[in-house]
């Protein structure tokens, strides 16, 4: 069970090692995929999977200013 | 030589650079600490156990996954493995997090391995075995993956057009420089690396693999890019652009440097690994 959760912690690593970076590409594949079997227009598609993806490396860099005063 | 095919030699070149130069790191410690036996002894069975798996994945992948389902494969590692990328060397640009200086990294590695009692030997020792061949794998199923999927990629889009389809071998030879480069700067410096300006090769590789993934993950999820291949430059330049405004947006909240002892200052080296 143990040798499994490292080879699990291990691939997670290898692939991702950041959960909201992997949310948000996975939520980026996600919508974009749903929105283009809705036949919705491709700008809109495009826009959604690009804001999803800058959302996460926002996001995940929001992350690391948690109790960090500005400085300057 | 087309255009992409160029902009597949020098993206597998820089990325595959990156993963060289961790890999280097490791094999010279285990080299220098224990010996070089033990060293080339670990990369050189990873680099048979790499052969075996890309001969093997590398021929399953071009023959049997249908290319759209590949695309978003590929779209979705390579922006991963580009976030992954971007965000460290946001963080390091901003002041957030320090920069990686190898060869700090290099002398506490072997500091470490010295308290722990490990000197040089002639014999095979498992562990610097073990330690090379650990680092060689990882790097270099990195470098296989990234060579695989870039040279796809192009492979797919030059046989559309009838083309002889030798992306991977572009690729391949994009990696193979990136090492030949890795080994000569190793051969010339000791202790690797600390010329090689690591930060500005991980942003930009870390954009370019985003763009290439947006790209990629994009076509096969049905998106028709604007003036198709000629977007991936529009994407070079809005990644580049957010990610310098979150350099911005970040470096306000960076910690004051404190101004170095005038012991540090004659020997930077020892006090950053003492830290």
């Known amino acids: ?24 590409v996975a939520l ?8 283009e079997r809705a036949s919705m227009p491709n700008e ?8 999803c993806i800058v959302g996460g490396l926002v996001t995940t860099l929001a992350r690391e200013l948690r109790g960090r005063p500005r400085q300057r | 030589m087309t255009a992409q ?19 280097f790191t490791i094999v010279l410690v285990v080299g220098v600490t224990i010996n070089w036996r033990s060293a080339l002894a670990g990369a050189l069975a990873a680099t048979g156990a790499l052969a075996v798996i890309v001969a093997i994945f590398g021929t399953a992948l071009v023959r049997f ?63 610097g075995v ?19 999927t870039f040279g796809l990629q192009a492979n797919n889009s030059q046989g559309a057009g009838g083309a002889q389809p030798n992306g991977i071998l572009i690729a391949a030879l994009g990696a193979f420089c990136a090492l030949l480069l890795v080994i000569g700067a190793g051969a010339l410096v000791r202790a690797p690396l600390q010329r090689v300006p690591e930060n500005a090769l991980k ?35 809005f990644y580049l652009a957010v990610s310098l405004a979150l350099i911005a947006w970040l470096r306000p909240y960076a910690p004051p440097k404190v101004a170095p002892t005038p012991e540090e200052l004659d020997n930077p080296i020892a006090s950053e690994v003492t830290e």
């Open chain 1, 1 to 24: 069970m143990n040798a499994i959760l490292r080879g699990l912690k291990a691939t997670y690593n290898f692939f991702a090692g950041d959960a909201i970076l992997l949310i948000a």
């Open chain 1, 44 to 51: 809109l598609v495009a826009v959604v999977f690009v804001a």
């Open chain 2, 130 to 148: 073990a330690t090379s061949f650990k680092s060689v794998l990882l790097e270099g199923l990195e470098v296989a993956f990234i060579v695989i």
């Open chain 2, 65 to 127: 996954v249908p290319i759209d389902a590949l695309r978003i494969v590929v779209g979705v590692l390579l922006v991963l493995f580009g976030l992954k990328w971007l965000k460290k060397a946001i963080l390091r640009y901003a002041g957030l997090k320090a920069m990686h200086d190898e060869e700090a990294i290099y002398e506490e590695q072997i500091a470490e391995m010295r308290a722990r009692g490990e000197h040089h030997q002639t014999r095979v020792d498992p562990f």
């Open chain 2, 5 to 23: 095919l160029w902009a597949v030699f020098i993206a597998a070149f820089l990325a595959s650079a990156v993963e060289f130069v961790e890999a």
């Open chain 2, 203 to 237: 942003f930009t590789v870390g954009v370019m693999l985003t763009t290439f993934g947006t790209f990629w993950g994009g076509e096969g999820l049905g998106i028709e890019w604007w003036h198709e291949d000629l977007f991936l430059l529009v994407l070079v330049a």
């Open chain 1, 28 to 35: 980026a594949f996600l919508l974009a995929f749903a929105l």
